[in-house]
């Protein structure tokens, strides 16, 4: 005879207690295991760019220079896009251009070389020893009547301000004020500044008319005639340094009839007829 089947029941309150500790002990295994978040914390390493990368990036063909003084110079691209000017051009170049070629003619070729030397080095020939000293260049001669010093880094100051490098024009500047020349010398730097640079351009413009405006007696015994010839090419550059000189005038007018009358204004002397 088979047995009495014996029916077990649960209370509904144990079930409940049952689940509810399940969950529990879920969410225990869960929080055990689950990230706190400061895993996912790393430190920002910022991405810094090697010499290494500069010389992986490709080769670029600058082809430079006026006449037939024309040459082909190389430089790394990732060198190069350190001037907005250059990196502009680099962007028509594609992975698959096997020939990445910049036409720089009728630029000149050792203002260009320059150019490219200040952007692997920081510095170009000549470089700065010091604050107010470069090294020794053997091409600019001892008494430079034709301003070979001067019109080189004109020449760099003039392409920076093209290529976008305020850096190198600054430099440039720098070594202009540094750079030993005559009176002749001087004269063809003006020349070059009034004809190549922009009209606003009161830095590198101001100093050159002050320089002369200061110097009437440079004018009259060692470049009188070279001086108005300049004049006569550069209207601007007479006007100018006529300016400088009046308003120095001016200056010491004023400062002498302050002295004579304590301050009082000057009549202008009536004539008598």
């Known amino acids: 005879m088979a047995d009495p089947e014996t029916e077990v029941v649960i209370p509904e309150d144990e079930t409940a207690a049952d689940e509810e500790m399940g969950e529990a002990e879920g969410d225990n295994g869960a929080a055990e295991t689950a990230p706190g978040g ?48 250059f990196a502009r051009e680099c962007e028509n170049f594609t992975e698959n251009t096997r020939n990445r070629r910049i036409d720089l003619t009728g630029e000149d070729l050792a203002a260009t070389a320059s150019v490219i030397e200040y952007l692997y080095k920081g510095d170009y020939f000549p470089t700065l020893t010091g604050n107010t000293n470069m090294e020794y260049d053997a091409t600019v001669p001892q008494n430079d009547n034709d301003g070979v010093g001067l019109l080189r880094h004109a020449r760099v100051y003039t392409l920076a301000k093209k290529f976008e490098v305020p ?9 202009i004020h540094l750079t030993q020349s005559t009176a002749k010398g001087e004269i063809a730097y003006a ?19 002050n320089f002369w405006a200061t110097r009437s007696h440079v004018l009259r015994h060692e470049a009188e005639q070279e001086f108005k010839r300049m004049c006569l090419e550069f209207p601007q550059f007479g006007f100018d340094v006529l300016s400088l000189v009046l308003d120095a005038q001016e200056k010491r007018s004023q400062r002498q009839d302050g002295q004579s009358s304590g301050g009082a204004g000057r009549k202008r002397q009536r004539t008598i007829l």
């Open 191 to 209: 020349r070059f500044v009034y004809k190549e640079t922009s009209p606003d351009d009161e830095d590198i413009r101001k100093p050159v008319a």
């Open 167 to 175: 850096q190198l024009a600054a430099l440039a500047h720098r070594k």
């Open 38 to 85: 400061l895993e996912d914390i790393e430190p920002e390493i910022p991405v810094r760019t090697t010499f290494l990368d500069y010389l992986r990036s490709p080769i670029i063909e600058l082809k430079a220079g006026q006449g037939d003084d024309i040459a082909n110079l190389h430089a790394h691209q990732g060198l190069l896009t350190a001037s907005p000017f």
